[in-house]
């Protein structure tokens, strides 16, 4: 399909925005849990470490799906996978309201993993599709605000539906929205060579603007597992997801246990930390051209500029088990988020940086599968030591984790860009990025 000379204006913009909603009603079904937590103890008679339980089902169908997820959205398109497993996870977001105790409630959570396993690999496969490498942080920036958003609403959301109508039904809501969702992707989305309302010069900017690399067969999955940028992206995201998984499931009962809040006031704060997430992700993707720009750095090196700044950041929340006030701690909630997210944006930009478009998503999937195994590993953790040490000391490893991480990528990174590994020679366009305005 050939492009049309007058489109809509920017649509690449309007397709990550519809990714970010997308990712918004993926991370609200999955926060319900968290929120919801300090009173499901009761109601269904859960224990501290049984509740790790459930959360290590839902821990356990991501991390064995992330990188089946994503092969599925590379063979049968991005279209078609993403809608489907939006479906998917609607309708088992939606089951959640059934449970009758914490097993059947981690059964349910176990499929919610399966299927939300999708969204990450999905998004990133439709930023290698739709941008110029030079604004790829930034995109990537926005549509990983879907996650902290996501987070952000379930707090207020979910414990007014909780309170007015029952626990069930916050479950129930959070999972049907996804439905509209997966309609609307399905009828709007196609990829840029295909699309029907993009422009040519669109359409040229961000063909021009991508690496070209010579054409080969599709590359096993072994090699793709093989290779040392694999490895470069994978280790500091199995450092780095501790701290998110933390964050997302287990700071409303952390306020309830040691700070000692009710359901009400968890729903005033726990929210904070996941704004301040939003700031940091979409920061973080603008740093890279920044650094660029004013600093001359490589596209590569810009972006683990950005992860190490992060990775310092981190040692703010570490220290949250040493503050007496409940509001300082909060606030070092937030630094944790906008930390995290923005050193989170930045290691997935990575991907689309060093893996051709073909290979993104299933690249991707497996990175979430080593980032999910390291937060897997460290809520049963949690779980297990919670309740005998206190939280404090377990937030103070997530500050030391994001630093070895970080300290991984330095060392496996180099040369590993697509140029390096052949790519055809780029365009005079795409080799001004690092002099371009974000348009």
């Known amino acids: 399909m050939e492009a049309v000379s007058q489109g809509i204006k920017g649509l690449r913009w309007w397709i990550i925005a519809l990714v970010c909603i997308g990712t918004i009603m993926n991370y609200l079904t999955r926060n319900s849990l968290g929120v919801l937590a300090p009173a499901l103890k009761g109601e269904l008679n859960m224990s501290t470490q049984q509740y790790s339980y459930v959360v290590g089902a839902f821990q356990v169908g991501y991390t064995i799906m992330q990188p089946v997820c994503g092969i599925i959205v590379d063979l049968i398109g991005l279209r078609l996978g993403f809608a489907l497993f939006a479906v998917l996870w609607s309708a088992t977001g939606v089951l959640h309201g059934f449970a009758t105790g914490w097993t059947s409630l981690g059964m349910m959570r176990g499929l919610l993993g399966v299927f939300?396993?999708?969204a990450i690999p999905?998004?990133?496969?439709?930023?290698?599709?739709?941008?110029?490498?030079?604004?790829?942080?930034v995109a990537?920036?926005?549509?990983n605000a879907g996650t902290s958003l996501g987070a952000l609403l379930a707090p207020p959301l979910v414990v007014f539906l909780s309170l007015r109508?029952?626990?069930?039904?916050?479950?129930?809501?959070?999972?049907?929205?996804?439905?509209?969702?997966?309609?609307?992707?399905?009828?709007?989305?196609?990829?840029?060579?295909?699309?029907?309302?993009?422009?040519?010069?669109?359409?040229?900017?961000?063909?021009?603007?991508?690496?070209?690399?010579?054409?080969?067969?599709?590359?096993?999955?072994?090699?793709?597992l093989g290779s040392r940028r694999f490895w470069a992206i994978a280790l500091p995201r199995f450092f780095a997801e501790p701290a998110w998984q933390t964050f997302s499931f287990w700071i409303p009962l952390?306020?309830?246990?040691?700070?000692?809040?009710?359901?009400?006031?968890?729903?005033?704060?726990?929210?904070?930390?996941?704004?301040?997430a939003d700031m940091g992700g979409i920061l973080g993707g603008y740093?890279?051209?920044?650094?660029m720009r004013y600093f001359r750095m490589p596209l590569l090196w810009?972006?683990?500029?950005?992860?190490?700044?992060?990775?310092?950041?981190?040692?703010g929340p570490a220290c949250i088990g040493l503050v007496a006030s409940p509001y300082t701690a909060i606030a070092l909630f937030c630094l944790g988020g906008f930390a995290h997210q923005m050193l989170s944006t930045l290691v997935n930009t990575l991907s689309a940086d060093v893996f051709d478009p073909d290979e993104v998503a299933t690249a991707s999937g497996f990175g979430g599968m080593a980032a999910w195994i390291g937060g897997l590993s460290f809520s049963l953790v949690v779980g297990a030591l919670a309740d005998?040490?206190?939280?404090?000391?377990?937030f103070a490893c997530l500050g030391a984790f994001d630093l070895i991480g970080a300290g991984l990528l330095i060392l496996l990174i180099r040369g590993q860009t697509r140029e390096a590994r052949g790519a055809l020679p780029v365009s005079s366009h795409a080799a001004r990025y690092a002099s371009d305005s974000i348009k």
């Open 165 to 224: 109508y029952g626990w069930q039904s916050a479950f129930v809501a959070t999972g049907a929205l996804g439905f509209v969702w997966a309609a609307v992707w399905y009828v709007l989305y196609r990829s840029p060579a295909q699309h029907p309302r993009i422009s040519a010069q669109e359409l040229n900017l961000i063909e021009s603007g991508q690496a070209r690399v010579a054409p080969v067969s599709r590359r096993p999955v072994l090699d793709i």
């Open 302 to 315: 810009s972006r683990v500029a950005g992860v190490v700044l992060g990775a310092f950041m981190m040692i």
């Open 388 to 394: 005998k040490v206190g939280f404090g000391p377990l």
């Open 140 to 143: 990537v920036g926005y549509f």
């Open 116 to 118: 939300e396993a999708a």
């Open 254 to 276: 952390y306020l309830a246990t040691e700070r000692h809040m009710d359901l009400k006031q968890i729903a005033l704060f726990a929210w904070l930390p996941f704004l301040a």
């Open 122 to 137: 999905s998004g990133m496969k439709a930023v290698a599709e739709w941008f110029p490498d030079r604004q790829k942080s």
């Open 287 to 291: 740093l890279s051209p920044f650094l």
